[in-house]
């Protein structure tokens, strides 16, 4: 069952309350008014508009870069390897045609920024995922440590910053953070495949 809306009114800082006395004849009450309460309420709201308003900017900027890259005729060089990578020897020589030729790089950067994601760890871990299959991506980490390929300096790795800027916020255009997240991507890779073969049945 509803409740009556009691009627009031403001005036001065002052609400007034309107009530009915046992005899059915009315009177208004009165109550000091919260100010303060009021202009904090404005106040919250006006952020809470300002905050969704820098949202949709984000979001018009990222579906804007997603859909200039995607809609974008690009012509596929012939001497392109099979992605993912699955062998050392494809990442070598793939590595070095990046390093010589400036078509087939350029057109690399706008078909792994073409990928797309929701922001920049979401585009870079897609990015990694397109290029090396978890077999092959357990032979490297960051800084080629144990016995393992230094992927920092390589060509490949500039191929991912390049990339996963052009398809980023501006705001999340970071070289640090894209590292981080291929250091991180590269570590979990001997888990990645662990986790797939038990998925594998026996």
Request: with cysteine; proline share 3%.
């Amino acid at each position: 069952m509803s409740q009556r809306k009691i009627p009031y009114m403001i005036l001065n800082n002052y609400k007034y309350v309107k009530h009915r006395s046992s005899q059915r004849s009315t009177y208004w009450k009165c109550q000091r008014y919260d100010g303060d309460f009021r202009v904090s309420v404005l106040s919250s709201l006006n952020g809470l508009q300002y905050t969704t308003y820098q949202i949709l900017n984000i979001v018009k900027e990222i579906l804007k870069s997603s859909s200039d890259i995607s809609f974008e005729m690009l012509t596929v060089p012939e001497n392109l390897p099979n992605f993912p990578l699955n062998s050392y020897e494809e990442y070598l020589r793939f590595n070095d045609l990046i390093k010589e030729d400036t078509h087939i790089s350029q057109y690399m950067v706008r078909r792994l920024a073409a990928l797309g994601g929701s922001g920049i760890d979401s585009i870079t871990r897609r990015i990694m995922r397109f290029l090396f299959d978890n077999e092959l991506a357990t032979q490297f980490n960051w800084k080629g440590r144990h016995n393992k390929t230094g992927f920092e300096g390589t060509a490949i790795m500039g191929l991912v910053y390049e990339a996963a800027k052009l398809n980023c916020p501006s705001n999340e255009k970071s070289d640090s953070k894209i590292a981080d997240i291929v250091k991180i991507w590269l570590k979990h890779a001997s888990s990645r495949v662990k986790q797939s073969k038990s998925k594998v049945p026996g």
